[in-house]
């Protein structure tokens, strides 16, 4: 290993910015994965495109008009999903409409859009300090957020019909949650990209799955899972030189691979 990288601040910032992000996605991901909400987190990270989109043509800040787009597309899921409409229907109908909105705006910005690569493929060496703080403050209000409603957000996920039998707040906890994915989606766009995002969010809950099935048991292993291959992925990409994000995917995937060896 070329140690001599972490006198380079933006390799530090690279390495604190997946840990942080492990831990966020350790909590949000086990919910995704336990919830079956993989595709509904599909649908998201897509709609997230139209914020992006809106956010360069208006001349805002693009992860602000993300996030808008993104919890907007999350409730009308849920919105619909309650008025007889099949939820795979809702999320394709939010998906594609977040897809063409951002086209659309993106077309109509004058001149070349900066960063749209880092947004759409993911870029981890352009994590800034402020983007840190960020991730720092979100991860302590996920954490949080389990610490406090663990057991309730638990028997939500696992049987929400049992739930509403015990008089559970199920909808203010579906709601709270959905925005808290949704949050954690857009932040986590600037560090493997729209299109890459859902291996961070899926793929070491579903090793987390095949090893356990304790609900906080699962989160450890999902966040151990996804530091090893955020920082393994990181050290790759630089000796071999080629974009993080592929190699942190393609590593997470072996690790599933491997524990699909286990029988439960």
């Known amino acids: 290993m070329n140690y001599e990288l972490l006198q380079y601040a933006f390799f530090r910032n690279?390495?604190?910015?997946?840990?942080l992000i492990s831990i966020a996605c350790a909590v949000i991901g086990v919910y995704i994965v336990t919830r079956r909400m993989v595709f509904i987190a599909g649908g998201i990270t897509h709609t997230c495109f139209g914020g992006l989109g809106l956010g360069y043509f208006m001349g805002w800040n693009p992860l602000a008009t993300a996030a808008s787009f993104a919890i907007a597309g999350s409730l009308g899921v849920e919105a619909l999903s309650?008025?007889?409409?099949?939820?795979?229907?809702?999320?394709a109908v939010v998906w594609a409409l977040g897809m063409a909105f951002g086209i659309l705006f993106v077309f109509l910005?004058?001149?070349y859009v900066p960063e749209l690569n880092s947004f759409l493929f993911g870029n981890v060496l352009s994590i800034t300090r402020a983007d840190l703080w960020?991730?720092?403050?979100?991860?302590?209000?996920?954490?949080?957020?389990?610490?406090?409603?663990?057991?309730v957000i638990m028997m939500v996920s696992f049987d929400e019909d049992f739930?509403?039998?015990?008089?559970?707040?199920?909808k203010l906890i579906n709601t709270m949650m959905i925005i808290l994915v949704s949050v954690c989606i857009v932040l986590t766009i600037k560090m493997i990209g729209v299109m890459l995002l859902m291996s961070l969010l899926s793929l070491p809950q579903l090793v987390a799955e095949r090893l356990s099935n304790r609900y906080s048991r699962m989160m450890v292993i999902s966040g151990?899972?996804?530091?090893i291959g955020c920082l393994g992925g990181l050290w790759l990409s630089v000796l071999i030189?080629?974009?993080?994000?592929?190699v942190i995917v393609i590593l997470m995937a072996i690790i599933y691979a491997i524990s699909l060896l286990k029988r439960h």
């Not at 739930?163 to 199920?170: E, G, K, S």
């Open 82 to 91: 309650r008025h007889s409409v099949r939820q795979d229907s809702a999320i």
């Open 163 to 170: 739930a509403r039998t015990r008089y559970l707040p199920v």
């Open 224 to 227: 151990l899972v996804s530091l």
């Open 14 to 19: 690279a390495l604190a910015g997946v840990t």
């Open 241 to 246: 030189d080629v974009p993080a994000s592929a």
């Open 109 to 111: 910005t004058p001149g």
């Open 134 to 151: 960020i991730f720092a403050f979100f991860a302590l209000i996920a954490v949080s957020v389990y610490a406090s409603l663990g057991k």
